[in-house]
């Protein structure tokens, strides 16, 4: 060491950006190190392959009398099945669009040819309460749908909000008929 | 204004934090330009590693727990959903499983590394006790932990544990039982385990707290064992040692993630991936590997209470070591015969760890009880004798020194040596 105590002055020139790279490298790779460490830890928090393996449930439709509804539970949520009358799809399909919170035509939010079906996620879309009118004793509000205890919101005979302070109709879930009786969701 | 601190910091909003609240100028003190001595060699780097270790174990161990259900009937699957289902569970319990053995690991040799440098001698003693308490918290830790799963070792281990406390006289089996909040290791044994094992890592930080802070008291120890007398023998921790500790952490993670991706369960016991059965006796218990020395003690003995005792005994005698130790010396490069005795005693530490791998039958026993004999005989009879015998070699003027040439004449050079022995 004593024998190479002359530096040329030169390399003091070159020495701050030098220095700069190699913090800039290692921060960098200590950074990324983490961020590896990082992302496998906060993937373990989404849903694991057991709770997404049990997102689809069957239906069987036969037993649901025209007029009523029931409500399946599908990943943890209640669906509402409900099977309309004849007046229940008229009025639903008559609407104006205009005069709707969220326009959205009834065929958009059944199957084709499965009219007399409406199946929505039954969860108010104001906070997340459970509205009521499965049941033909329940209170269904002033559309025939359904109405949420909580705060009055009220919906259609197609699940769609035509009285706040909910913002937006029903989510439908994504399902299928696979026969004419018997609907798989998820 | 009593009490405002004074800032150095030109950052505006660092100043401000740190007039009122100065965890900027504590971390630029104790960890900025902490005067550490310049001569450490890699064994000082095993400190920071069992610190990174312990980090590394609480938050894999956080996200383990958001799975994890401590129920008789429910654990031994919860692991398994674990391994299988949950996004990288198998990762994150790999991780924390090896790294139990990767925190046992750095802290035998940091503790190693205090044994042969003699980093418990005055005034370092406190320091010293206070990282045996941190041992046996980790023990104690390791070993609840390894009950979680609920596998045949897992409840197997609990119970012969458990019941070692039995041996305690009259109040013995009334312990047990307060134990086990039961009559046998069952499901609120599990319970409690649990909460314990998630408690003991906060009680192993805010120790560990006290450790650090102790060890920024008196100052770390160094390989030549001798006081820091100027500021040239010393360096600021930042960047040298921060710069070395990283160094020793790529290391230290790559054999971790070596032993994680390649070798998961080449430490584990494959009777544990067996659901605990409690009326079933594996055919050979043993515990994990880093509580095989004082296995092999505690079965060397033939006598219960006597087996029981010198156990906890071995981690006791650590306590008095700063007294049983009677040479002023500290580092074993200058104490000639006890430089060799250690390496003995690690010999003889690695032996009772085999003895405690295989059953207690033949030649075992007889290699355990000899081995278990010279434990305690080094602590108890050959340190404080050797300290009186032992003729130690000259101790180096100061770090920066270490080596003074005998019958005078002038000291080499301007450009302090660098001590020698490092890798």
């Known amino acids: 060491m004593a024998d190479t105590v002359t530096v040329p002055p030169v390399g003091h020139v070159t020495e701050a950006p030098r220095r700069d790279l190699l913090k800039l490298v290692t921060v960098a790779s200590a950074a990324i190190g983490a961020g590896a460490i990082a992302w496998p830890l906060i993937d373990s928090m989404n849903p694991s392959q057991d709770v997404l393996a049990l997102s689809a449930t069957e239906v069987d439709l036969t037993p649901i009398a025209e007029g009523s509804g029931i409500t399946v539970l599908w990943r943890g949520k209640p669906i509402f099945v409900r099977h309309r009358t004849p007046e229940e799809i008229k009025s639903a399909e008559d609407v104006p669009l205009n005069q709707l919170i969220e326009p959205q035509p009834d065929s958009q939010r059944v199957k084709p040819g499965h009219t007399q079906w409406i199946i929505v996620i039954g969860i108010c879309t104001h906070l997340g309460c459970v509205p009521l009118g499965n049941k033909p004793t329940d209170p269904r509000g002033e559309w025939g749908g359904w109405f949420c205890p909580c705060h009055g919101s009220q919906y259609d005979t197609s699940g769609r909000v035509r009285h706040g302070p909910a913002p937006l109709n029903l989510n439908l879930p994504p399902y299928a008929f696979e026969t004419d009786t018997k609907i798989k969701i998820g | ?423």
């Open chain 2, 1 to 423: 204004m009593a009490g405002l601190h004074k800032s150095d910091f030109p950052n505006p909003v660092i100043n401000w934090i740190d007039t009122r609240l100065p965890v900027f100028t504590l971390m630029q003190k104790e960890y900025g330009t902490f005067p550490t001595p310049k001569n450490f060699n890699y064994f000082w780097n095993f400190g920071a590693l069992a610190v990174v270790a312990l980090m590394i174990m609480i938050v894999t161990g956080i996200f383990l727990a958001m799975n994890y259900t401590p129920n008789v009937t429910m654990a031994f699957d919860s692991v398994e959903r674990i391994m299988r289902d949950v996004n990288y569970g198998w990762l994150i319990r790999y991780v924390h499983m090896n790294g139990a053995s990767m925190f046992f690991i750095v802290v035998y040799i940091h503790i190693f590394r205090g044994l042969y440098y003699g980093s418990y001698k005055a005034p370092r003693e406190l320091l010293w006790m206070i990282g045996v308490v941190l041992l046996l918290l980790m023990m104690a830790t390791a070993f609840m932990g390894y009950v979680l799963p609920w596998g045949q070792m897992s409840y197997w281990g609990a119970t012969v544990i458990t019941n070692l406390f039995s041996a305690v006289p009259a109040v013995g089996p009334g312990i047990v039982t307060w134990l086990w909040g039961g009559f046998s290791v069952d499901n609120p044994t599990l319970n409690r385990f649990f909460s314990l094992h998630y408690l003991l890592p906060f009680v192993i930080v805010g120790v560990l707290f006290l450790h650090v802070a102790a060890l920024h008291i008196t100052g770390s120890n160094n390989p030549l064992g001798i006081e820091v007398k100027s500021p040239q023998d010393t360096l600021p921790f930042h960047p040298y040692y921060t710069v070395k500790d990283s160094v020793g952490v790529c290391v230290f993670l790559l054999i971790w993630a070596a032993l994680v991706f390649f070798y998961p369960n080449y430490l584990g016991h494959v009777d544990n991936y067996t659901p605990a059965n409690p009326l079933a006796t594996p055919a050979d218990v043993v515990p994990e590997w880093y509580f095989l020395p004082f296995y092999a003690i505690l079965r060397s003995v033939p006598n219960k209470l006597g087996g029981v005792s010198m156990m906890f005994g071995s981690i006791l005698v650590l306590f008095v070591l700063p007294w049983l130790d009677t040479s002023p010396v500290r580092s074993c490069r200058f104490r000639p015969i006890y430089r060799q005795l250690i390496w003995v005693l690690v010999v003889d530490v690695l032996l009772l760890g085999t003895v405690g791998a295989h059953p207690p039958e033949g030649i075992w026993v007889v290699i355990g009880r000899v081995c278990t004999s010279y434990y305690f005989l080094h602590f108890l009879v050959v340190l404080p004798f050797l300290g009186k015998l032992e003729r130690p070699l000259p101790l180096p003027e100061s770090i920066s020194r270490p080596v003074i040439p005998r019958g005078g004449g002038p000291l080499p050079g301007a450009a302090p040596a660098k001590p020698m022995g490092k890798p």
